[in-house]
């Protein structure tokens, strides 16, 4: 019998609607695994069993009497701590909000459940999304499935690795500076940053306003392009969320007068695994018939700086109370870059901000003719815990001044992109020797989410590259050792 | 430097960061001179003059940047 859990989101979608398996087998089979993988992973903050169950045979009702469905009916996803549901609480991955209960429904989360998904819980984050390896000083980390050694990325970091293990069919993520990208890459599967107001924000925890943008990860790319439709579009609740139409990305077996550009100057610091899957991605592209160009983007250094200078001012503003009151109520890091944003000099937070225009029309100008950019989502194989979290964990000067350099390292390549406000795809790419994930993100115009998921998804079907699954339950013997 | 004004920025920090031991001041200001010296040790970044742009003009680019859009 086929495993459930192995399922695509797609694939899930169709079962239900198609009689083949309930919405409460699905349901049953995911909790059990969760459960089975809880130890593991550490993926979820909170499994939601009983109302998940409810709601998966509330599904099943309205199904066997005929009522009409939406694309997701029945389908268990699960999302970040970071969501507001009325009456729950949303703990934002922190002490300081663990029991804070919420009145109003996030609108990514209310189109979820028009679309009829069923909600299996809260998933682990980094604490207040301010993170990019994952780390949580209350809840533990979240652990990579295919490594409980190496990071799963953050801070979407419980979002990645449950897609992953296949304890849902997708997840919600955030991203301010590679949120959704980076676990994405790290744990294996698809994940999208929307353009800046694409997706409604309403209801969802603030990091950095000018920056955040919530998204959708799944198994697969097209898995991702049906969540995104589900999910995006102007709301009015949520007024920086743009009225531009959404159009569905168009399924293309051949990306035949497709024109990709490349950046050199953003391929020279890749470990020699992570340079040999772009080349061989580069090549796939070209076979699907994609003619490949160099474009000169800035330094993503640079831009990398401009967006870690304003996300850190605007997450410190919005803590600034909670520093000065609670301050052993946060996790040592994100204190010390809470603190680091505190006295970043205002005019050089209103330059950074001033200065997004002219680079955005910049990037967009040297696009030239190419209809998206493939880019790395991080310049290595995924990394171990110890190595990121390692130096810029220790106390005073030296662990204070390691956070910035961890942070650049791991968000070299996906900071800029937040910065300038771009959408952009993660999607695998290949494995390394160890058998790790190895990603690419092609990044698009403002708004065309549909062209990059056009592409990411030709190369998909034609590459095969996609999540591999799991074991149903992992190996814990191989664990402890 | 004039040991007052070590003490009175000590307690201007204290006040708007919460007090903190001297090792995370001395680390807070580590970074911040870090990062510093990485933005002045770098050539500028070409923009353009930023002196009549209008600094919340990013979303309005977007719209206007994105395909099929009157530029």
Redesign the interface.
């Known amino acids: 019998m086929t495993d459930l859990c192995s399922l695509t989101l797609l694939e899930a979608a169709a079962a239900i609607r198609e009689r083949r398996v309930s919405s409460v087998e699905l349901t049953a089979a995911c909790l059990a695994r969760a459960e089975d993988w809880q130890p593991v992973a550490n993926a979820f903050i909170a499994i939601e069993a009983e109302t998940a169950l409810a709601t998966a045979a509330r599904a099943d009702a309205a199904l066997a009497a005929g009522e009409p469905v939406g694309p997701f009916h029945g389908v268990p996803l699960a999302h970040k701590d970071m969501l507001y549901r009325p009456g729950r609480v949303t703990g934002c991955g922190s002490r300081i909000r663990a029991a804070s209960v919420e009145s109003t429904t996030a609108t990514v989360l209310a189109r979820l459940d028009a679309a009829g998904a069923v909600d299996l819980g809260r998933l682990n984050m980094s604490e207040f999304a301010l993170g990019p390896t994952g780390l949580n000083h209350h809840h533990g980390r979240a652990r990579n499935p295919w490594d409980p050694a190496v990071v799963t990325g953050g801070s979407s970091s419980g979002s990645g690795a449950a897609v992953a293990a296949g304890l849902a069919f997708g997840a919600i993520g955030s991203d301010t500076g590679g949120s959704i990208r980076l676990p994405a890459a790290l744990c294996g599967i698809a994940g999208l940053k929307p353009t800046q107001g694409r997706v409604s924000r309403y209801g969802a925890m603030p990091l950095s306003f000018s920056q955040d943008c919530l998204g959708p990860m799944a198994p697969t790319v097209a898995d991702v392009a049906a969540f995104y439709g589900v999910i995006a579009g102007a709301d009015p609740l949520d007024p920086t969320s743009a009225a531009v139409p959404v159009d569905a990305p168009a399924p293309r077996e051949r990306l035949d007068g497709v024109t990709v550009g490349v950046s050199s100057g953003w391929l020279q610091d890749l470990d020699a695994e992570t340079a040999a899957a772009h080349e061989e991605a580069h090549r796939a592209l070209r076979d699907l018939g994609a003619s490949l160009v160099d474009v000169q983007l800035p330094d993503p250094l640079d831009l990398g700086e401009f967006s870690n200078i304003v996300a850190m001012t605007e997450a410190a503003a919005i803590h600034g109370d909670w520093i000065r009151e609670r301050p052993g109520d946060y996790g040592p890091q994100v204190l010390a870059r809470l603190r680091q944003g505190m006295v970043i000099p205002g005019a050089l937070y209103l330059r950074a901000i001033a200065m997004r225009a002219p680079l955005l029309e910049r990037v967009v100008a040297a696009y030239g003719k190419a209809d998206a950019l493939v880019l790395p989502v991080v310049p290595f194989v995924p990394p171990t815990s110890a190595d990121m979290d390692g130096a810029a964990g220790a106390a005073g000067v030296a662990g204070a001044a390691a956070i910035p350099q961890m942070v650049a390292a791991m968000a070299r390549y996906t900071r800029p992109i937040s910065y300038l406000g771009l959408p952009s795809l993660a999607q695998p790419i290949g494995r390394s020797q160890s058998g790790l994930p190895i990603a690419m993100q092609t990044v698009g115009r403002p708004f065309a989410e549909a062209a990059i998921l056009s592409v990411g998804m030709a190369y998909e079907v034609a590459t095969g590259q996609a999540r591999r699954a799991l074991p149903s339950k992992p190996d814990l013997a191989a664990t402890a050792a | 430097m004039d040991p007052r004004l070590i003490a009175a920025w000590t307690e201007a ?1 204290s ?6 031991g001297p ?2 001041d ?3 200001m ?3 001179l ?2 510093a010296s ?2 002045l040790a ?1 050539p500028p ?4 003059s ?1 002196f009549e ?11 206007r ?3 099929g859009r009157p530029s």
């Open positions: 920090m006040a708007l960061l919460g007090p903190a090792a995370e001395a680390g807070l580590a970074a911040q870090d990062r990485g933005i770098r970044v070409p923009t353009g930023l742009r209008e600094p919340s003009s990013h979303a309005a680019a977007l719209l940047l994105a395909p």
